[in-house]
């Protein structure tokens, strides 16, 4: 879960720092979440997202870390899973941490309506066209065929696109699940330790 969240938030951040380069210029990153160059005095660069970008190999590394030590081992209990502890609690942090940067960075990002809408010309919309004539009742094959000719003789309507659902609400969510997965976690293994310890007084007077 945590690999995939990473893999996700990578994309998301990748995305981010293209689209804010001047070649687009779709997206402004606020001042508050990059630093000066060393070398150009013009240039700012995106190290929030940049770290966010690269936290993927890390979390892949805890993973491919836990996945080794487990697969080299016969069946049963052996110490050597005393070594998952570290990588499996590094890449839950890491993921957290991830999370906590993108909710605050996110609803800070501007994104350039104008410039945005300027690149998006209207064969962009034309799926959503054949959808449309589908619902209307005309077969996927026609609708198809219909917008086609629509594109090629750049007679195709504009299609207004529905709106996206709001990615920072959904990262809180999945915050909130880790935090209680950590906290189950950290209650199990005080309840086995009280278990091991009544175990063990029980074991003294027999």
Known sequence: ???QIACTASRLA???ILYSNPQFDFVK???KFTTGSSIMPQKRNPDVLELTRSSIHVIQSCLQEVISISSSVTSGYHRDFQRLKYPLVR???LTKSILDILIYILPNIIFKKNKIEEACKDEIYATKRALELVLKGMTFRDAY???AKEANNNKLPKVSGEKLPNID???TQIKARLNFQTNW?????KHESLIEKNLLTSLDYI
């Open 1 to 3: 879960s945590c690999t």
């Open 145 to 147: 065929s219909h917008v």
């Open 91 to 93: 890449g839950v942090n």
């Open 14 to 16: 990748r995305d981010l």
């Open 29 to 31: 990153i606020p001042k």
């Open 185 to 189: 976690n950290n209650n199990t293994k």
């Open 169 to 171: 609400n959904g990262l």
